[in-house]
C-alpha cells in the first residue's frame, strides 16, 4: 500500500511558477514510476508528466513540454513537478500517482496507476 500526499498547489498569475511536491509513504518508492496527472473542471484527468523509478526516463504532455520539469528524490520518497510559466489554461487540480515498475516504464493512462494522493489546486489568473 502507498499514500500519497500532494502539496505546493496556490492561486498564481500567468506567467509565475509553482512547485508541486507529492511525499509517498512506505519503503517501497523506488519499485514505482511516479506521474502527475491534472483535471480541469469539466473536464477527464490527463497525463501532464511521468518518471520511472530510478529517475532515468521522464515523459511530458505537449502542452508542457518546456514549461514543466518532473523529478524524485528517492531517499526523500518525494516527486516534484517544477511548472514555469504558467498559463491560465494549466488551471486544475493535480494528482501525483504511482505505478509499480522496475523497469524504465512511464505511462501516460489513468488507469495504469495503482495509488492516487487527494490532489491539489493550481489556479493560473490571466
Known amino acids: 500500500q502507498v499514500q500519497l500526499v500532494e502539496s505546493g498547489g496556490g492561486l498564481v498569475q500567468a506567467g509565475d511558477s509553482l512547485r508541486l511536491s507529492c511525499v509517498a509513504s512506505?519503503?517501497?518508492?523506488?519499485?514505482?514510476?511516479m506521474g502527475w496527472f491534472r483535471q480541469a473542471s469539466g473536464k477527464e484527468r490527463e497525463f501532464v508528466s511521468g518518471?520511472?523509478?530510478?529517475?532515468?526516463?521522464?515523459n511530458h504532455a505537449d502542452s508542457v513540454k518546456g514549461r514543466f520539469t518532473i523529478s524524485r528524490d528517492n531517499a526523500k520518497n518525494t516527486v516534484y513537478l517544477q511548472m514555469n510559466s504558467l498559463k491560465p489554461e494549466d488551471t486544475a487540480v493535480y494528482y501525483c500517482?504511482?505505478?509499480?515498475?522496475?523497469?524504465?516504464?512511464?505511462?501516460?493512462?489513468?488507469?495504469?496507476?495503482?495509488?492516487w494522493g487527494q490532489g491539489t489546486q493550481v489556479t493560473v489568473s490571466s
Open positions: 500517482a504511482a505505478y509499480f515498475s522496475r523497469y524504465s516504464v512511464v505511462p501516460k493512462s489513468v488507469g495504469a496507476y495503482n495509488y
Open positions: 512506505g519503503r517501497t518508492f523506488s519499485s514505482y514510476a
Open positions: 518518471i520511472s523509478w530510478s529517475g532515468g526516463t521522464t
